[in-house]
């Protein structure tokens, strides 16, 4: 079966630090480009970042400087490293799989496999 599977979510402190991991299963996620998306209580699901199979990244503004998407092929997996974190970055997050061969945001319709997502809460 393909899935994909979040993982690294807990409590952070502002200011801190906290890194997402997005595994696959059943498929190799370097043919893929991953986004990664995340949801607040009262929200729509706003795209984060997201990293192309040619691996050319993009962000969103609110999480420029701070956030760095990466892939390790050998490991299957996408890393979301977020640094200087903030109240505003609480949500679900969720990583998403594409076989467009563009890195968008906007458009989730264009992510065919999603996973159960990931909480991330900070908090002082």
């Known amino acids: 079966q393909l899935q994909l599977v979040e993982s690294g979510g807990g409590l952070v402190q502002p200011g801190g630090s906290l890194t997402l991991s997005c595994a696959a299963s059943?498929?190799?996620?370097?043919?893929?480009?991953i986004g990664w998306f995340r949801q607040a209580p009262g929200k729509e699901r706003e795209g984060v970042s997201c990293?192309?199979?040619?691996?050319?990244?993009n962000y969103a503004d609110s999480v420029k400087g701070r956030f760095t998407i990466s892939r390790d092929n050998a490991k299957n997996t996408v890393t979301l490293q977020m640094n200087n974190m903030n109240s505003a970055d609480t949500a679900v997050y969720y990583c998403?799989?594409?076989?467009?061969?563009?890195?968008?945001?906007?458009?989730?319709?264009?992510?065919?496999?999603w996973g159960q997502g990931t909480q991330v809460t900070v908090s002082s």
């Open positions: 998403a799989a594409t076989r467009g061969r563009l890195c968008v945001l906007a458009m989730r319709f264009v992510y065919e496999y």
């Open positions: 059943g498929f190799t996620l370097g043919y893929y480009g």
């Open positions: 990293i192309s199979s040619s691996n050319s990244t």
